[in-house]
């Protein structure tokens, strides 16, 4: 209730704000609702902003089925967001994004946090760990300033570097449905852990001169007495002309909280006590990764390729040493017995992939793109050493047909196929491929 009145009156305000001056505030957003088929589900979730899961992982036999379901965002997730800037003369502006991420079949606000728990304690729906948790403004809020010459410095919640990469060189867009890359933070941008794919409490830089650009960010931990701790930092540097580009981004994260599934226990039971009453729990990570991708456009056709390579390791700090943190509106604390440090060997991440679509018509693109991606070793539990001294992968093929009905409204149809290899997988009753079918229409405002 408290929520839905708060947006009513940012919308009233946006409202008679635009009324005003319409050329510097504008309300906007994408509308994105498809039917999906799954080959292996969970159930459909009402808060997981993808609302289920499109083959990031394996699925038990026997904890899954065949679902056909309505799905929020199969291309790109639902969103509306308020933007204004201000000219301040002489190549000088002042700039603000407040934006949040919903799903369209429910209403309900994304919130992964809120699926996990879901999925902890008994309810058997599509989960995963998330960047976009139940905050208000999930997907950006900052405040700007920006010099023709200099460039645009971003204060507040900002998207880590390495996203703008993604969007603009994965074949598949950035879907959410149909690409790991739109699917999951951890490969989508974080090159790291999903949670830092949006950052809090960070300054972002970006800057083009001519065909070169420069996009930076630093993230501040906010923990007293350590200023290192729970900090990140990343940098992307690329060059663009009109049919080839390529980009290259690294980043690196201290003290990461990873939400995991958690049912009430002994230490988290009172609601009147407890901030994060879902029972969310978390895991200390230190990340780091970088990524390589690029684009070149003959005949009609774009290809797009990338490589990225991240590591999970031990956080630097322990968890009883930062003295609790607070992350996505939650609480997680060794006194809460809801936070510990991550003590096994590294987990490394590598990933590629190839695609290029292609106009078939006037309105009508075709996309077509190939993922592998590899864990060494697969980890099962946090302290778990390699189950089995094998990599195991995931294997992915997409094929998304999109068609404009207008400039702002398009229809389109997909498959995803994903097949899982390592003794991991057939040794623990999983299936070894999986399939994902949805056709669905999106509108901008």
């Given amino acids: 209730m408290k929520k839905s009145l708060i947006a009513l009156s940012v919308l009233s305000a946006v ?3 635009a009324l005003a001056d319409d050329s510097n505030v504008t309300l906007y957003g994408i509308l994105d609702v498809g039917i999906a088929t799954l080959s292996n589900s969970a159930n459909a979730s009402d808060t997981f902003p993808a609302t289920v899961d499109n083959n990031t992982g394996a699925y038990s036999t026997t904890k899954t089925g065949r679902l056909t379901s309505m799905v929020n965002g199969p291309m790109s997730d639902s969103r509306w967001g308020v933007k204004g800037k201000e000219d301040l003369g002489g190549g000088e502006k002042v700039f603000f994004v407040l934006e949040s991420g919903f799903n ?18 008994g309810a058997a729906v599509a989960n995963a760990d998330s960047s976009l948790s139940g905050q208000f403004f999930n997907r950006a809020a900052n405040l700007g300033f920006s010099d023709a ?18 969007g603009a060189y994965d074949p598949e867009r950035g879907s959410q449905l149909f690409s790991p890359l739109g699917f999951s933070g951890s490969q989508g941008g974080a090159l790291g852990l999903t949670e830092e794919l949006r950052d809090d409490n960070s300054i972002r830089y970006e800057n083009k001169i001519d065909n070169f650009n420069v996009r930076a960010i630093y993230k501040f931990g906010g923990i007293a007495g350590n200023n290192s701790a729970a900090r990140g930092m990343g940098i992307n540097l690329g060059y663009e002309e009109s049919n080839f580009g390529v980009q290259f981004a690294t ?8 939400t995991i599934q958690a049912k009430y ?14 029972g969310v729990t978390g895991t200390l990570y230190d990340t780091s990764g970088w990524l390589l991708t690029g684009k070149y456009a003959v005949s ?16 630097s700090d322990t968890a009883a040493g930062l003295g609790g943190i607070s992350e996505m509106g939650y609480t997680f604390s060794t006194a809460m017995g809801n936070l510990a440090n991550y003590t096994g060997q590294d987990k490394n991440y590598k990933l590629y992939w190839i695609g290029a679509d292609y106009n078939v018509a006037e309105a009508t693109n075709l996309a077509v793109a190939y993922y592998n991606f590899k864990l060494d070793p ?11 001294g094998t990599d195991n992968n ?30 991991y997988v057939s040794d623990h009753g999983f299936v070894d491929s999986s399939s994902v079918f949805a056709v669905g229409m999106r509108h901008r405002f």
Avoid: C, M
């Fill in 15 to 17: 409202s008679g704000v």
């Fill in 104 to 121: 369209l079949p429910t209403g309900q606000i994304n919130n992964a946090a809120f699926s996990l728990t879901q999925a902890a304690n």
């Fill in 149 to 166: 010459t200099i460039g645009s410095f971003a204060f507040g919640r900002n998207y880590a570097p390495a996203f703008d990469v993604i």
């Fill in 251 to 258: 980043q690196s994260y201290k003290d990461v909280v990873q």
């Fill in 265 to 278: 226990s002994a230490t988290v039971t009172a609601p009147a006590t407890i901030p994060n009453v879902t």
């Fill in 300 to 315: 009609g056709v774009t290809i797009k390729a990338g490589y990225e390579k991240y590591k999970r390791k031990s956080a």
């Fill in 378 to 388: 697969f980890l099962s539990t946090a302290t778990a050493t390699s189950t089995n």
């Fill in 394 to 423: 995931i294997k992915w093929i997409s094929l998304v047909l999109d068609h404009n009905l207008s400039k702002r409204t398009d229809v389109y149809g997909g498959i995803n196929h994903a097949s899982f290899g390592g003794s």
